[in-house]
């Protein structure tokens, strides 16, 4: 473990994902110290770069909200367990703010629209509802609105993009679409075209020359060019802006399957900028264990390879995930959580962890397991009382929320990440 990580700190996030990045910002902008653990990458290759606030409820009437504040209203009302309706809009929105603001001086820029969703085109011809997307896939967003007749390309050998499939899905909403598909102007090793190799040969100003120079006669007409997302690991906005200059038309990214270089970039733009504010990010440490004495938690036994090492806080946050992150593990009769076995709300039989139907469209009692929390989103126990005082859990962890069905994941582990800090804070006095 790096020897210049503190040993003991206000705060320590477990958790690397959107929640614990989130948890980390939020600590450290309020002046905090701060050390997170969790791994480098994990659940942010699977991250398509948007933020989701909510976009779906009730799920089994697929309702989409344009307006994702009514929406955060009504499923406050109609949900009262649900993480956000502990929050409130105001905090909710606080937060969402705040951490965009964050990206933006992490050299990260977002657009959205004011008080509404966005719909995001993406490479399977669908349309994403989203709140707030990337600088670099806003052109889209803006494209789709106006229906501007536009260029879809890909790449030879790109196995999770087709250009095709993305406009033959999505001609019947955005008339005017065309596909091409190109060779990559520079070699990448492997049968498969890398998503990451890819962007990074874009970081050469030649190579985006070739680029330009290859879908320039391609344009006929075109006001528009989509291509998968690959444009640069850090400097997108700058490269998509050349792509632009060369083409005379704007260029907008499509997000793609994972691996994803928008959730690298972002992984990557957040720990750089948390870095360079002083916090300590143990990188491929993994919290194997927490001390305890009473109701506190008083330290975290960390692992980096063969050696261990226990860090000391006031408090700590959880933010381990769901099966994915690994902060639940499911057997063949029960729901664990894995570091301190705290309750987890589940369905009383295994037999109900799913419906009959797959494809249910008001998803599976399993999707809505985790960890119930108080008003300061402490675990709780069966008695509903906080299982430990300094302990607190955010994000998809959490009980009585399906974030990926109510297209709320990403609000869902800024707001309640914010939340914790504050009860932190307000705790501590």
């Excluded at 976009?55 to 956000?84: F, M, N």
């Excluded at 719909?119 to 707030?132: M, V």
């Excluded at 007409?221 to 997108?236: D, K, Q």
């Excluded at 330290?299 to 000391?312: I, M, N, P, R, S």
Aim: proline content about 5%; hydrophobic content about 40%; some cysteine.
């Amino acid at each position: 473990m790096a020897e210049n990580i503190e040993k003991k700190v206000d705060l320590i996030v477990i958790g690397a994902g959107l929640a614990g990045m989130a948890a980390t910002i939020f600590a450290v902008e309020n002046g905090l110290t701060t050390i997170q653990v969790g791994s480098s990458v994990g659940e942010m290759l699977f991250a398509s770069g948007a933020l989701d606030l909510l976009g779906i409820h009730p799920v089994e009437q697929q309702k989409e909200w344009l307006d994702p504040w009514a929406g955060v209203s009504t499923l406050s009302r109609d949900c009262p367990k649900h993480p956000y309706a502990l929050l409130g809009l105001e905090s909710i929105r606080r937060a969402m703010d705040q951490f965009v603001d964050f990206l933006e001086n992490a050299g990260l820029s977002y657009r959205g629209w004011p008080e509404g969703n966005a719909l995001l085109p993406t490479c399977a011809g669908t349309i994403k509802i989203t709140y707030r997307v990337p600088q670099t896939m806003w052109p889209g967003v803006t494209g789709f609105k106006q229906k501007l007749p536009a260029l879809i390309v890909d790449f030879q050998g790109m196995k999770d993009f087709s250009a095709r499939q993305m406009v033959e899905t999505l001609g019947s909403r955005w008339p005017g679409l065309r596909s091409r598909r190109l060779d990559f102007t520079r070699q990448v090793p492997g049968v498969d075209r890398d998503n990451a190799l890819m962007a990074e040969a874009l970081n050469s100003q030649e190579v985006r020359t070739d680029l330009a120079g290859a879908i320039r006669p391609l344009l006929q007409g075109a006001e528009l060019v989509g291509i998968p997302a690959v444009l640069g690991l850090r400097e997108s906005e700058a490269f998509a802006a050349d792509l632009e200059g060369q083409l005379g038309v704007p260029v907008f990214e499509i997000p793609t399957m994972p691996p994803s270089v928008p959730g690298i970039r972002l992984k990557e733009a957040m720990e750089q900028a948390l870095r360079s504010r002083g916090a300590n990010l143990v990188a491929g440490g993994r919290a194997v264990s927490v001390n305890t004495e009473r109701r506190c938690c008083v330290g975290v036994v960390v692992q980096q390879g063969a050696y261990q090492e226990t860090l000391e806080a006031e408090g700590i946050v959880l933010a381990t995930g769901r099966f994915l992150g690994g902060g639940l593990d499911a057997s063949r009769t029960v729901i664990r959580e894995t570091l301190l076995d705290l309750q987890v709300h589940q369905p009383e039989r295994r037999e109900a962890w799913h419906r009959p139907h797959f494809l249910d469209p008001r998803g599976h009692p399993v999707n809505r397991a985790g960890l119930e929390v108080d008003e300061l989103f402490r675990p709780v126990g069966s008695d509903g009382r906080s299982a430990f005082e300094n302990l607190f859990a955010v994000g998809s962890v959490l009980a009585h929320q399906d974030w990926m069905r109510m297209k709320c994941g990403a609000g869902l582990a800024i707001s309640t990440a914010y939340g914790a800090v504050q009860s932190f804070i307000h705790r501590r006095g």
